[in-house]
């Protein structure tokens, strides 16, 4: 049974940085992709970034600049490191794997975290 244990959300003050770990457990394989969703109250889950074992990024645009993916493939681990946090990121960020890219991308990860909340304070 694979699980994905998200760590790193909290409360930040806009324009400070947080950093979210996901560490993959129960599965010897490699993930095809690992990235991060995110929703907040009242709205759809949104992609904000993905990465491939190849380290392929996928990310949604009000993001760039400001945050950075990056994996560890040996420990099946994604990381997400938010810079110049803003009040509009506030939202709980999930974690998602699967071993096809384009499934990640589309929502449609076989393998999703519980969530950690972020919250941006103006």
């Known amino acids: 049974q694979v699980q994905l244990v998200e760590s790193g959300g909290g409360l930040v003050q806009a324009g400070g940085s947080l950093r979210l770990s996901c560490a993959a457990s129960?599965?010897?394989?490699?993930?095809?992709?690992m990235g991060w969703y995110r929703q907040a109250p009242g709205k759809q889950r949104v992609l904000v970034m993905s990465i491939t074992t190849g380290g392929s990024i996928s990310y949604t645009s009000s993001v760039k600049g400001r945050f950075t993916i990056s994996r560890d493939n040996a420990e099946n681990t994604v990381y997400l490191q938010m810079n110049s946090l803003k009040p509009e990121d506030t939202s709980v960020y999930y974690c998602?794997?699967?071993?096809?890219?384009?499934?990640?991308?589309?929502?449609?990860?076989?393998?999703w975290g519980q969530g950690t909340q972020v919250t941006v304070s103006s």
């Open positions: 129960g599965s010897n394989l490699l993930f095809g992709a």
């Open positions: 998602v794997a699967d071993l096809s890219p384009t499934a990640v991308v589309a929502g449609r990860a076989k393998h």
